[in-house]
């Protein structure tokens, strides 16, 4: 027996996905040219896949605070924040953050996977009940596993079955905390942030929102799905990450609850790694300034987003979701998904292919996000690319569909 053994069937998966074309989970930018473009297998691509939602990783004010920070405060802080690693912008950073998000207080860690963990595992224990959407992210999952806490999923975005178990657990004594996203990163659909909030104060539970995909894409000022919904005095906890609309890398936890900095010397993920780099901190206290002063950043997302919708809609795939800036296409199978995101590679358009067991319900998915930094002729040959492809599908699919021969 091999200790890989357990892997064989994942391994087996990705051979056959290797037979096909380009390793979907290995894609290098082989040179990045711009936010939206970057050569791949020594082709000029549009990036459609990155998450990048306000263009920021190109931004000169960011780019700047980067390079000075390096110069002024060097690589990296080689230390914990309990420890040499809390430099005065690592304090500045969470005073932004958290007079941002119109919270009482913020806690950075160095990724949004980390912040996950860190907030998760600090808030509850052995004695305590989340209740998570059956949507989730890994990070939120494995966050959960790590507090050692009772885990109970419900329904996605259905708050009466979130009601009817928290009803099953009334009186038990027991903390409740329940876990939802704004935007869902696979699917791009929204929660329904005021029946949540509705059924938290029902039971009198806490609610944390994980803002990954929707801080800087929702609400008036960017802060998210619980700003754009009217419920950010409900949402107890706030979970972000600095590596989709920031531009960066890194996550954040933020509350107004007043021993929130408790978790600070109690979140083990929070207090047993190096901190953020001087570099990173920088760029986003940048972000932050240029969310603030941008608006104009959200609506040319907005923009872009509804003119890439409506142009696979007209090409005649069927959306996941309500349109966002996350659009997921279905795809019937994984060996059309496989064929569709390398035809599409090959036209010189990066998406991203997701495949089960990532993915809800078992679908296999083309997914694109789009970018505020996009032009509207870039979005525009996007949608004549996946005309294209729509094209190569039902070639594929009647070809499929014609009778075998009879033997002669």
Known sequence: MDIFDKYSLPAARHEKVLKVGTDPFNVRMEEMYSATEARVNGRRTILVGTNNYLGLTYDPTCIEAAVDA???????????????????????????????????????????????LGILSGLAGSNDVILLDADSHASIYDGCRLSGATVVR??????????????????????????????????????????????????????????????????????????????????DFIVGTFSKSLGAVGGFGASSHPRFDVLRFCSRPYMFTASASPSNVASVLAAIGEIERRPELRHRLWDNASALFDGVVAAGFE???????????????????????????????????????????????????????????????????FAALAGDLAALAAAHSEPVPASL
Not at 72 to 90: D, E, F, L, Q, V
Not at 170 to 193: F, Q, W
């Open 70 to 116: 390096i110069r002024k405060h060097g690589t990296g802080t080689t230390g914990s924040r309990i420890a040499n690693g809390t430099y005065a912008m690592h304090v500045a950073l969470e005073q932004a953050l958290a007079a941002f998000m119109n919270k009482r207080s913020a806690m950075v860690f160095p990724t949004g996977y980390q912040a996950n």
């Open 154 to 235: 419900f329904r996605h975005n259905d708050a009466a079955d979130l009601d009817k178990r928290l009803t099953r657990m009334a009186d038990d004594g027991r903390c409740k905390l329940i876990v939802v996203e704004g935007i869902y990163s696979m699917l791009g659909d929204r929660a329904p942030l005021r029946d949540f909030a509705e059924v938290k104060r029902k039971h009198g539970a806490f609610l944390l929102v994980d803002e990954a995909h929707s801080l800087g894409v929702l609400g008036d000022h960017g802060r998210g799905a619980a700003e754009e919904q009217g419920i950010e005095d409900d949402a």
């Open 319 to 385: 959306v996941c979701a309500a349109m966002s800036p996350v659009i997921a296409l279905k795809m019937p199978d994984e060996e059309t998904a496989i064929y569709a995101w390398n035809r599409l590679l090959e036209r010189g358009v990066y998406v991203n292919l997701a495949l089960p067991p990532g993915t809800p319900n078992q679908t296999c998915l083309l997914r694109a996000s789009v970018s505020a930094a996009h032009t509207p002729e870039q979005i525009a040959e996007v949608c004549r690319r």
